[in-house]
């Protein structure tokens, strides 16, 4: 899987899953949980049983997470997440730092398994409007580089929000 510049992939590969914890079971739980008082919650929202959130965490910083629904691959698999910082044209604005992560790590509730991502990231300066979205790609197994395994893996991309600066 190709990601144009600017996306941001972040990609975990999993022996077994073994990491648990007590998180709460609501969006509004995990955004507050991860959640920083000094920054301003842009957005939240879940899809598909999946939570995201965006905080605006500076003049040119963004909070970004996601909690990914990781339960149907319970054996080693891999993933990747592409974070895309967008202005009103669909030109990426994300800037060309690495983002600062804050948590990444799986999380066990119930009988579910998810895998949690927290960063920041930075974006250019002088564009009125931001959109955010994320892509994603599972895998049931290591590396999904082969034409083979990327028939089973699932895609998807999210239109996480829009944001007016």
């Excluded at 879940?46 to 339960?71: C, P, T």
């Excluded at 197994?141 to 929000?161: E, G, N, P, W």
Aim: aromatic content about 10%; glycine content about 6%.
């Amino acid at each position: 899987m190709t990601f144009r510049a600017g996306a941001l992939v972040v990609s975990l590969v999993l022996a077994a899953c073994q990491s648990s914890g007590r998180p709460g079971h609501s969006l509004d739980h995990w955004v507050a949980a991860n959640s920083v008082t000094e920054e301003s919650l842009v957005c939240k929202r879940e899809a598909n049983g999946e939570y995201f959130f965006v905080a605006r965490a500076g003049d040119d910083k963004l909070r970004l997470g996601s909690r990914l629904n990781m339960s149907a691959y319970r054996e080693t698999h891999s993933f990747t997440l592409g974070w895309r910082l967008m202005n009103g044209r669909g030109e990426y604005v994300t800037a060309k730092v690495r983002p600062i992560v804050v948590k990444n790590d799986y999380v066990k509730v119930g009988d579910k398994v998810y895998a949690d991502d927290v960063q920041y990231q930075r974006f250019r300066t002088g564009t009125n409007n931001l959109i955010v979205e994320l892509e994603v790609e599972k895998c049931p197994y290591r590396s999904c580089d082969s034409q083979d395994r990327q028939a089973v893996a699932k895609k998807y991309r999210l239109r996480i929000c829009s944001i007016s600066l």
